[in-house]
């Protein structure tokens, strides 16, 4: 068990070093989009055509596999004040229709995202299937993440006690 919450915590490690390259590239072509239209009077499309890629990846990637559960958004004036079994009840009733909706889009989701492969952006000739999977990735990701919280809601576990940041290892002179 200690491996596989170790395995874990570096995917996370990764996922967010991963989104914050995203960020990065982003606000360099940012940058570049800026030094080229404001500044050398040239046309920019490919940058500012990377920036927007990056920030629908930045966006879809970050939801899916950076965010926490407790950093998602809530009612927390109702949430947090009734008791732990209430508030599992309410995470197990979201994650059904979350769950359920999610695999109900599914397959329209695969259909488009793959039928888009004909068209291409208009500056880096990136075709729309691979522009577009970002979302069949997150898609995925949040019915994994709900099916797994609402697990551990119904094993008993409560959704606002707070989770260790990383994997328990033992000091090197033990």
């Not at 596989?4 to 570096?10: E, M, P, Q, R, V």
């Not at 492969?117 to 299937?129: C, S």
Request: aromatic fraction near 16%; glycine fraction near 6%; hydrophobic fraction near 55%.
């Amino acid at each position: 068990m200690q491996a596989l919450c170790k395995l874990a915590f570096w995917l996370s490690r990764g996922a967010e070093a991963l989104a914050a390259l995203m960020l990065a590239v982003m606000f360099g072509a940012f940058l570049v989009t800026i030094l080229f239209r404001y500044v050398l009077n040239w046309p920019s499309g490919s940058a500012s055509e990377l920036s927007s890629v990056m920030w629908v990846w930045l966006v879809l990637f970050g939801a899916g596999f950076v965010l926490r559960e407790r950093e998602e958004i809530r009612f927390d004036i109702v949430y947090g004040s009734v008791p732990p079994w209430l508030r599992r009840i309410f995470l197990v009733i979201t994650a059904v229709g979350i769950v359920g909706l999610f695999l109900l889009s599914l397959p329209a989701v695969w259909d488009y995202v793959t039928f888009m492969k004909v068209q291409r952006t208009a500056y880096l000739r990136i075709r729309y299937d691979w522009l577009f999977s970002v979302y069949v990735l997150f898609a995925v990701a949040v019915i994994v993440r709900y099916l797994w919280l609402a697990g551990r809601a119904i094993a008993g576990h409560d959704p606002m006690s707070p989770e260790p940041e990383e994997p328990q290892t033992r000091a090197k002179g033990d």
